[in-house]
């Protein structure tokens, strides 16, 4: 591998970084200590700083010679709603809050590649380094663009990076277009009428009536799409009732839906309102339903996906670039900084024998073997976009 050799040198400052980020977990849009912890490190590195964009995200800014181009790389923030299982010297310190997704190796990776190209400077043009809150599903991406992202730090791309635990040290994963699917949670509320346990017929039971929906709502993939298009629907939860004995007034459903456009997205959801609809009729209920979405479909464009995969290619080799990775079902709100500028999404291996924990799981930890793989290629990326 051709790690830079400067960063290499200085893996222990990476390591440090990362486990000090794991070792305090903040959720999304409560980032303030890890904010200031980057924002603290930009400034000393002499990048002009912006702090609470888009809540509570940091945009660092580095300029070289007269260049008109500018690259905007992007790395999260937040942590997850999870109660850490290990027990390393750097496991989380707050209960029910964990890095379980790798967002703390995400930030100390582009804080090496920043600290490495403030010193160096060989590139021509502007560099934003955009570290973005509330990744896990609460909007992070979108308010940072709602916030002037692009009008106040303008970019000619967008690259984002993540940690893949699919994927050996040393590999690196991407493909043009779509990638990664978009993510809506939807919420069904069933009113009917309760009654005895023990007297269903004085009932409109909206229990009965929630199951009858779970079951129509599996057609919509099955009977209403082209079998090539690709969507999820899955029902999460069912709450109704409080006793035994009681039949409830209500039944309330939830649940997640994922597809590789919006187009696909939203025939889901208007098939999923005609169905709700029918059924509470025929058992004379009432419904409402409530769709929104949570993340775009990531979709990343042909010539920035080109890119990011020949300059990981320049660093491991072209043998270790997937660059047809497999459709991912999960999500990932980056996909809205696509939405409005051209860039491309690169995954960069993580697997060993002591790293084969997938992201999400109390017992997950980023992979310091790839710090400094992940810190190069940032730095190869700017270099070669804004070539001297």
């Known amino acids: 591998m051709n790690i830079i050799e400067e960063i290499s040198a200085r893996r222990e400052d990476l390591i440090a970084w990362r486990r000090d980020i794991h070792a305090h977990p903040e959720l999304g849009f409560e980032e303030h200590r890890t904010a200031e912890l980057v924002a603290e490190k930009l400034r000393a590195w002499g990048l002009e700083v912006q702090c609470g964009v888009g809540k509570t995200g940091v945009v660092g800014t580095l300029r070289a010679g007269d260049g008109a181009g500018a690259v905007g790389l992007r790395a999260d923030l937040d942590a997850l709603p999870i109660d850490e299982q290990n027990r390393f010297e750097h496991r989380s310190r707050h209960a029910g809050k964990m890095h379980a997704c790798g967002h703390d190796g995400h930030t100390a990776m582009l804080l090496g590649a920043a600290r490495y190209l403030a010193e160096k400077r060989n590139f021509n043009g502007r560099v934003h380094f955009i570290f973005q809150p509330a990744e896990e599903g609460i909007g992070g991406a979108r308010a940072m663009v709602e916030d002037g992202l692009f009008e106040r730090f303008p970019v000619d791309a967008v690259f984002g990076m993540h940690n893949s635990p699919r994927l050996a040290v040393g590999q690196f994963g991407i493909r043009s277009g779509p990638m990664m699917a978009g993510g809506a949670f939807f919420d069904i509320r ?16 909206p229990v009965v009536i ?33 006793a035994y004995n009681v039949i409830p007034h209500e039944a309330h459903l939830g649940g997640t839906v994922r597809a590789f456009s919006r187009e696909t997205m939203g025939l889901v959801e208007s098939r999923m309102s005609a169905l709700v609809d029918g059924v509470v009729a025929g058992f004379g209920a009432s419904a409402t339903v409530e769709f929104r979405e949570v993340f775009a479909p990531l979709v990343n464009s042909a010539a920035e996906a080109a890119f990011a995969a020949d300059v990981a290619a320049g660093l491991v080799g072209e043998d270790n670039v997937e660059r047809e990775l497999s459709l991912n079902m999960a999500s990932e709100d980056f996909s809205y900084m696509l939405d409005v500028r051209p860039g491309a999404y690169i995954n960069i291996g993580g697997r060993d024998k002591d790293h084969t924990c997938g992201v999400h799981h109390p017992s997950y930890d980023f992979n310091d073997a790839v710090l400094a793989l992940g810190s190069s290629y940032w730095v190869r990326l700017v270099e070669t976009m804004l070539a001297r």
Do not use: F, N, W, Y
């Open 190 to 205: 069933v009113k009917g009428r309760g009654s005895h346990g023990a007297r269903p017929e004085a009932s409109i039971d």
């Open 210 to 242: 929630a199951a009858q929906i779970v079951t129509a709502l599996q057609t919509i993939v099955a009977r209403s799409m082209h079998p090539t298009d690709a969507a999820v629907v899955s029902v999460t939860r069912i709450d109704a009732g409080d």
